[in-house]
């Protein structure tokens, strides 16, 4: 790592390019998440940011270019690797199973981080039980934090959209992860769903979770967000805070086509 700034970024990206035949969906991407911050990944429609989401997980290994967490590279490792170590994502269609209950979802989102064996979930050994103890104890706690405690034997079918939404949120937090890329978190939720959601971010970040997050609705970034990265045609057109994105006439002319005012 080169210098302090370099040292407090958990997830640094340098030069990130993915090509479907010919299309240059991200095209020299840098991108800095700061540890402890929300940042917010803005552009339009098109401009790369699931790609470049996708090629930070693990989910689409074909780019090339450095992703780096906590300066260690990323590159190669697969979904599940990176998510053991500690860097969980949600995406836009919502992933939830609707025959389980509520409380059985979120249990679920811990199966492959519990550590146990085969042959201790067999002989259902003391340290089976615990895990298990542990688990729904997680979960319930979870639960109560989206606000969705009083739906935990419903099964998840039964619930809203926006609740679905809350129900995978819980679920990625399962394992204590160090960094959560949300993918559109309130994009077809109700405004006071959107910020329910606000306040679970805010309160989960307050306890050491970064955050990532992939958002059109801008209002929702630059209240929620310290830092905003706006992407354009598959780069970074700018990072910075919301006051000074806001007032950003490049931003304004590449994102909104010269429109008055980015965000509220
Ligand atoms: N698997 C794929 N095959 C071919 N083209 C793709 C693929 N995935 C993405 N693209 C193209 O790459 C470009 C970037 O898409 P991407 O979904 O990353 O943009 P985005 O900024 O997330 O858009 P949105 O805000 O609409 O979700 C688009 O032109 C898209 O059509």
Not at 30 to 37: R, Y
Not at 191 to 208: F, L, W, Y
Request: one cysteine or more; aromatic letters at 4%.
């Amino acid at each position: 790592m080169s210098s302090s700034q370099t040292a407090a970024n958990l997830i640094e990206v340098r030069g990130l390019r993915r090509s479907f035949a010919g299309v240059h969906a991200v095209d020299g991407l840098d991108l800095d998440v700061a540890q402890g911050s929300v940042t917010g990944l803005i552009g339009p429609n098109g401009c790369g940011k699931t790609t470049s989401v996708n090629c930070i997980t693990g989910f689409d290994r074909g780019f090339t270019g450095q992703v780096d967490m906590e300066g260690k590279p990323l590159a190669g490792l697969a979904p599940d690797a990176i998510a053991r170590g500690g860097l969980m994502r949600t995406f836009q269609a919502i992933r939830v199973f609707d025959t389980f209950t509520v409380l059985e979802n979120v249990k679920l989102a811990m199966q492959s981080f519990d550590g146990v064996s085969t042959l201790q979930a067999l002989a259902r050994t003391p340290k089976l039980r615990r895990t298990e103890e542990e688990t729904e104890a997680k979960a319930h706690e979870l639960l109560a934090l989206v606000g969705l405690s009083a739906k935990s034997n419903d099964a998840a079918g039964e619930l809203s959209y926006g609740q679905k939404k809350l129900l995978s949120l819980a679920g990625i937090l399962m394992s204590g992860p160090r960094l959560v890329i949300l993918d559109e978190p309130v994009a077809g939720v109700n405004p006071t769903r959107a910020m329910e959601i606000a306040d679970i971010i805010k309160t989960v970040n307050a306890r050491g979770t970064t955050f990532l997050i992939i958002e059109h609705n801008i209002p929702f970034v630059m209240r929620l967000c310290d830092s905003v990265v706006v992407m354009d045609r598959g780069k970074r057109l700018v990072q910075d805070t919301p006051d000074a994105i806001r007032n950003d006439p490049a931003v304004l002319e590449a994102y909104l086509g010269g429109a008055a005012n980015v965000g509220d």
